[in-house]
T-cell receptor, first 112, second 116 residues
Framework: GQQVMQIPQYQHVQEGEDFTTYCNSS?????IQWYKQRPGGHPVFLIQ?????EVKKQKRLTFQFGEAKKNSSLHITATQTTDVGTYFC????????????FGKGTHLIIQP | KAGVTQTPRYLIKTRGQQVTLSCSPI?????VSWYQQTPGQGLQFLFE???????NKGNFPGRFSGRQFSNSRSEMNVSTLELGDSALYLC???????????????FGNGTRLTVT
């Protein structure tokens, strides 16, 4: 079926290092959303990208939407312990015929 | 504004039993989605409701059902529980679903279901 794939599954970094997670869809997405889930918490909406090639920044976080609207990435510069959690991308690979489908997430583990 | 409220927070059931989970969306939100979260499978989409109508359904067996009421509150039911149904069930509300622009999902804290 139509899916949203996300890599890597786990990422260990030293505090201060950069981090990137990648998201790919088997079909063109009308838009893509990113969420963060802290350990023991629930997913919290971070941002939505709509336009082809769009780049958005939130402080140390940079989000990109691919030109073909099939892939996206989240890059964190100089990670801090507060960045710990699981980052999910989400989209509707089947358009309106699908519910919002989440990637399996990237677990970010930061070593001080 | 109050967030998404899910009840109960924790449930322990026995195989073969059935369970009903409840979700109250943020005031003014008319769309409610349900997800099953497990360590191995991540967040898996169950249903999406809008204005009392099921808009989308995920790839789950018919034992999983849901509904939405006129006040946008939603319930999901799982019948004939299996051990593999043990999971965190998350409800999320949004203003309304869209095609070119999806309203962000606001998640509740979830119901932790354990089937023994």
């Amino acid at each position: 079926g139509q899916q949203v794939m996300q890599i890597p599954q786990y990422q260990h970094v030293q505090e201060g290092e950069d981090f990137t997670t990648y998201c790919n869809s088997s079909t063109t997405l009308s838009n893509i959303q990113w969420y963060k889930q802290r350990p023991g918490g629930h997913p919290v909406f971070l941002i939505q990208l709509v336009k082809s090639g769009e780049v958005k920044k939130q402080k140390r976080l940079t989000f990109q939407f691919g030109e073909a609207k099939k892939n996206s990435s989240l890059h964190i510069t100089a990670t801090q312990t507060t960045d710990v959690g699981t980052y999910f991308c989400a989209g509707r690979p089947g358009g309106g015929a699908d519910g919002l489908t989440f990637g399996k997430g990237t677990h970010l583990i930061i070593q001080p | 504004k109050a967030g998404v409220t899910q009840t109960p927070r924790y449930l322990i059931k026995t195989r073969g039993q059935q369970v009903t989970l409840s979700c109250s969306p943020i005031s003014g939100h008319r769309s409610v989605s349900w997800y099953q979260q497990t360590p191995g499978q991540g967040l898996q989409f169950l249903f999406e409701y809008f204005s009392e109508t099921q808009r989308n359904k995920g790839n789950f067996p018919g034992r999983f059902s849901g509904r939405q009421f006129s006040n946008s509150r939603s319930e999901m039911n799982v019948s004939t529980l299996e051990l593999g149904d043990s999971a965190l069930y998350l409800c999320a509300s949004s203003l309304e679903p869209g095609l070119t622009y999806n309203s962000p999902l606001h998640f509740g804290n979830g119901t932790r279901l354990t089937v023994t």
